[in-house]
């Protein structure tokens, strides 16, 4: 998917595509000093990376406090910011890899906050917790649920293997689960979880 492409799926204003593009020319200069992302998805990164991302504004709501947990390179929650305008808390233990968000909040004016250190040490309720490439299903709800307000939800993007993942956190967790298809992968989807409650 080349740039312009995405700006067409991803129905984007001029002004939110131009701050992806500055985004994504700083991840490609970052990449080779830190593993930001996998190589090999480089090629596709308006796929890959931030049209999957931009999926979850469907779901998001303003007034809505957002944590995106191990937010790694950003991916979803700098994008979700960028694209809404609305503040996500990115929580990310790897130092560079949060210099490397402070960097792209300051060059796209994303109204992010950076939260450096491990999920489990972060304060505070939200709205809505999101995941990407973090953790299988149980382990993200485990991190999720202390976080959640009441009535919060978690937006989680999966794999092929979502299934496995599903069956596997039913053992564990009572939860609403709606399954929506992944508009950047045909095997994926993406998880809205509401309800979360220990078995």
Not at 35 to 45: A, E, F, P, Y
Not at 49 to 63: E, R
Not at 65 to 74: E, K, T, V
Not at 154 to 179: H, P, S, Y
Request: hydrophobic share 45%.
């Amino acid at each position: 998917m080349t740039a312009e492409e995405f700006q067409r799926a991803g129905d984007v204003s001029r002004e939110t595509f131009a701050r992806l593009e500055i985004y994504a020319a700083v991840l490609r200069q970052w990449q080779d000093r830190i593993n930001l992302v996998s190589r090999k998805t480089l090629d596709d990164v308006w796929r890959r990376h931030f049209l999957d991302s931009l999926q979850l504004t469907k779901w998001v709501a303003p007034g809505q406090r957002i944590l995106d947990m191990g937010s790694g390179a950003g991916f979803p929650g700098l994008v979700v910011s960028i694209a809404t305008g609305l503040p996500v808390v990115l929580a990310e233990s790897d130092a560079r890899k949060c210099a490397f968000l402070r960097e792209v909040r300051r060059l796209t004016d994303a109204a992010a906050d950076i939260a450096e250190g491990r999920v489990e040490g972060l304060d505070g309720r939200f709205d809505l917790t999101m995941a990407r490439a973090l953790a299988p299903l149980d382990r993200l709800l485990e991190l999720a649920a202390p976080r959640l307000s009441p009535e919060g939800a978690c937006l989680f993007l999966k794999g092929g293997r979502v299934v496995d993942e599903l069956t596997d956190a039913a053992a564990i967790w009572n939860m609403n689960v709606e399954q929506h298809p992944s508009v950047s992968d045909p095997r994926g989807a993406v998880l809205r979880i509401r309800n979360l409650d220990r078995v």
